[in-house]
């Protein structure tokens, strides 16, 4: 299995501009995760699918933060308009979820995103 | 309330071995975990304790889980190089079951 599959690697935009963030979980895998990485505010949580329902989005920061899971093995994240305080790597994670979820998630290489 | 705390940097001499401690606040915590990220790449899982245990040993990397005080340790025996990264203390909650509270990790850094 390749893992958890996020495109694109890097993205450089300018603020106001909108971002799309993608996602291809483990096949198989009915949970699936979005993270926000910064030096300041650490690893969050931003929002969490099963099954491809949004389960639990109180960690999206403001309404210009949106997701979606249109199918098993795609999903997205998207900013619009975007400002340079949504600069952060963005990751993806995907499990089997139910009792298993218990032995953690699998990552993906993340999305580093600079707005300028 | 759901908070994990671990201390920001680790520095260690090649060879040594590494602690590096993480504290928890919910004792709803059903399993425990630590991470393992590499500069550039995403969080990879190193190893997980259920919360009835107290120790758990896999090659190099001891576990101790002390439930009463709420205290997680990962030991790293004969560190080496390829051991720099930045660790993860996290727990999942019984009532939250596919959710992962994370630590702001703890970078480990390896002197010569």
């Known amino acids: 299995d390749a893992g958890v599959i996020q495109s694109p690697r890097h993205e450089v935009t300018e603020m106001g501009q909108e971002v799309t963030l993608r996602c291809k979980p483990i096949s198989g895998h009915n949970s699936l995760f979005w993270y926000r990485q910064t030096m300041m505010r650490g690893l969050e949580l931003l929002i969490y699918f099963n099954n491809n329902v949004p389960i639990d989005d109180s960690g999206m920061p403001e309404d210009r933060f949106s997701a979606k899971m249109p199918n098993a093995s795609f999903s997205t994240l998207k900013i619009q308009p975007s400002e340079p305080r949504d600069s952060a790597v963005y990751f993806c994670a995907s499990n089997t979820g139910g009792l298993a979820a218990n032995y953690g998630y699998t990552f993906g290489s993340g999305t580093r995103l600079t707005v300028v | 309330g759901e908070d994990v705390e671990q201390s920001l940097f680790l520095s260690v001499r090649e060879g040594d071995s590494s602690v590096i401690n993480c504290t928890y606040t919910?004792?709803?915590?059903?399993?425990l975990y630590w991470y393992k990220q590499e500069p550039g790449a995403g969080l990879q899982l190193l190893t997980y304790?259920?919360?009835?245990?107290d120790m758990k040993q896999d090659q190099r990397l001891t576990v101790l889980l002390n439930k009463k005080d709420k205290h997680l340790s990962l030991r790293i025996a004969d560190t080496q190089t390829g051991d720099s990264a930045i660790y993860f203390c996290?727990?999942?909650?019984?009532?939250?079951?596919?959710?992962?509270?994370f630590g702001s990790g703890t970078r480990l850094s390896i002197r010569p």
């Open positions: 919910d004792s709803s915590s059903t399993y």
């Open positions: 996290a727990e999942t909650l019984y009532s939250s079951a596919s959710k992962i509270i």
């Open positions: 304790i259920f919360s009835n245990m």
